[in-house]
């Protein structure tokens, strides 16, 4: 009986520990952003109302939530400025994140079937730029991308270009520095799955007559679907909300979700329209994902 409670307390106990740090680290700062997404822009400190005290009566609160409206949400929706930020956001994050299928399959590709003594060193060069500050890593990008910066003089002193090329302050140096930067979120999860394939599949399918085209595409890319998706979401979720790489590498017409937000809280200390932009990204970002987890879960029921 006694084994049989501790086995039910710990069934119990073991989903109430991340239930309750998502709670209190995600869900309540969130409503929170919510609720001040649905107030007023106000000269004072903090700069927005109504304020909700916590400690307020049933008439206080019943005031509060009748002063509270959706008109940032309508101003999102009816200037083209968050428009075209909003989609620029989505554009620049499926673009990229094509990209970094593109170039971070073959890496870790090449990583899986290098010999096994190669293999932990391979991944150490992947992480090796962690340890560099994120915002140093980026500048250095202006020093390579600027007229004249060492791509340009590299460029010049081979023949390939009779004049240095404007690359610094355009959208293709934020897709640069965005496919950079995040990499090693795309060849990680690959490698990992794709070190774990079992390579007799591949040979059975080389004995089958399959070249090795066919075996890699009907064998060893639909198993590595996985590490694919899980890729694909680390780098697409946060390019999405992007604010450096744009704001040092992107020029004015470079305009992101993460740079309107980051102007609406500390330039214009509209508090209120910057949380319905926060609001917003969450769900641009969030929704997706649901969705995609929703129907995994459905194909893995089937029979």
């Known amino acids: 009986m006694r084994a049989a409670f501790r086995e039910s307390l710990r069934s119990l106990t073991l989903p109430a520990v991340p239930l309750l740090w998502l709670t209190a680290f995600f869900g309540l700062p969130f ?4 609720k001040i997404s649905l107030s007023d822009p106000a000269t004072a400190l903090p700069p927005y109302t109504p304020v909700l005290a916590w400690d307020a009566g049933l008439a206080a609160w019943a ?6 409206d959706l008109e940032n949400y309508r101003t999102l ?4 400025l968050y428009l075209d930020a909003g989609l620029t956001s989505l554009t620049v994050a499926l673009c990229a994140t094509l990209l970094l299928i593109l170039v971070g399959y073959p890496i870790a590709y090449a990583m899986a079937r290098a010999p096994r003594a190669w293999q932990p060193l391979l991944v150490a060069l992947m992480v090796i730029p962690f340890w560099t500050s994120f915002l140093i890593r980026i500048y250095a990008w202006i020093a390579i991308l600027k007229a004249d910066g060492l791509l340009n003089q590299a460029l010049l002193g081979l023949g390939l270009i009779a004049r240095p090329i ?3 302050n355009t959208p293709a140096a934020v897709m640069i520095g965005v496919v950079y930067a995040y990499l090693p979120f795309m060849v990680l999860p690959l490698y990992a799955v794709l070190e ?8 059975a399918a080389r004995d089958l007559g399959a070249s090795r085209l066919v075996a890699f595409l009907t064998v060893t ?4 679907r996985p590490g694919l998706v899980a890729g694909a979401l680390l780098c697409v979720i946060p390019i999405t909300g992007e604010f450096i790489i744009p704001d040092l590498l992107g020029g004015p017409d470079t305009l992101m979700l993460g740079r309107v937000l980051w102007s609406e809280f500390f330039s214009n200390r509209d508090w209120p329209l910057a949380s319905a932009v926060a609001v917003v990204l969450l769900v641009i970002v969030a929704g997706p994902v649901i969705l995609f987890r ?9 029979p």
């Open 63 to 68: 005031d509060v939530l009748a002063a509270l």
């Open 294 to 302: 929703e129907a995994e879960a459905r194909r893995l029921e089937r």
């Open 31 to 34: 409503l929170v952003v919510v």
């Open 196 to 203: 774990r394939l079992d390579r007799g599949l591949v040979e």
């Open 166 to 168: 404007e690359i610094l």
């Open 221 to 224: 890319l639909p198993l590595s």
């Open 77 to 80: 929706i009816a200037d083209p």
